[in-house]
C-alpha cells in the first residue's frame, strides 16, 4: 500500500474517480453532498489517499488551520479493504502533516448513530463528545478531538 498527499492540481481527476465508486465506500449512505469539490480542487494537497497498485482503498479530507487546528472532514475506506490498517495510515500521514504545520490538535465530527465511526475514532485515542444541535435544532453530533502533542495534553 502506497499512502500520501495529493500533489497540486490532482485534486479534480481524485474527486473524480472518489465520485464514480462513492457505493464503494460508502454503500447505500448518500454522502454525495459531503464530497464539495472544494476539499479536492482548494484542499487538495491537505488530503492523504491510500492506493495499492491503481485502486484507491482510502481517502482521508481535511485541512490545518493557522490557529493550531487541524480538521478531518471526511476520512473513508473502501468496504473491501477494512479492517487492514488503511484508516489507520490514512490518519498518521494526516498527523505527521498537521504536526509539522503547527497544529496542536485534531477534530472531526460524525452523527452519533455512526456507531463504527465512533468505535474506530475512540481506538485511535479520539474523544468522542456528543453536542448538542451541532447541526441545527436536534441535530447533535459527535465531537472528536485528539491532541497531536508528543504528551497527549
Known amino acids: 500500500m502506497k499512502v500520501g498527499h495529493l500533489p497540486d492540481g490532482a485534486g479534480s481527476a481524485v474527486l473524480a474517480e472518489i465520485l464514480a465508486d462513492l457505493p464503494a465506500f460508502w454503500g447505500e449512505r448518500d454522502m454525495l453532498a459531503l464530497h464539495h469539490p472544494v476539499w479536492l480542487r482548494q484542499f487538495g494537497p491537505d488530503a492523504v489517499?491510500?492506493?495499492?497498485?491503481?485502486q484507491l482503498l482510502g481517502y482521508l479530507l481535511g485541512t490545518v488551520t493557522t490557529r493550531g487546528l487541524a480538521y478531518v472532514h471526511?476520512?473513508?475506506?473502501?468496504?473491501?479493504?477494512?479492517?487492514?490498517?488503511?484508516?489507520?495510515?490514512?490518519?498518521?500521514?494526516?498527523?505527521?502533516?498537521?504536526?509539522?504545520r503547527g497544529a496542536r490538535r485534531v477534530e472531526a465530527i460524525t452523527t452519533t448513530t455512526n456507531t463504527d465511526s465512533?468505535?474506530?475514532?475512540?481506538?485511535?485515542?479520539?474523544?468522542?463528545d456528543v453536542v448538542p444541535n451541532y447541526a441545527g435544532p436536534d441535530a447533535p453530533r459527535i465531537l472528536f478531538g485528539r491532541s497531536l502533542s508528543p504528551d497527549g495534553h
Request: glycine share 6%; aromatic share 12%; charged share 35%.
Open 118 to 128: 465512533i468505535a474506530f475514532h475512540r481506538r485511535l485515542g479520539f474523544s468522542a
Open 49 to 54: 489517499v491510500v492506493r495499492e497498485q491503481d
Open 74 to 100: 471526511l476520512i473513508a475506506v473502501r468496504a473491501d479493504s477494512r479492517r487492514r490498517g488503511v484508516g489507520n495510515l490514512l490518519y498518521d500521514a494526516f498527523f505527521d502533516d498537521a504536526r509539522r
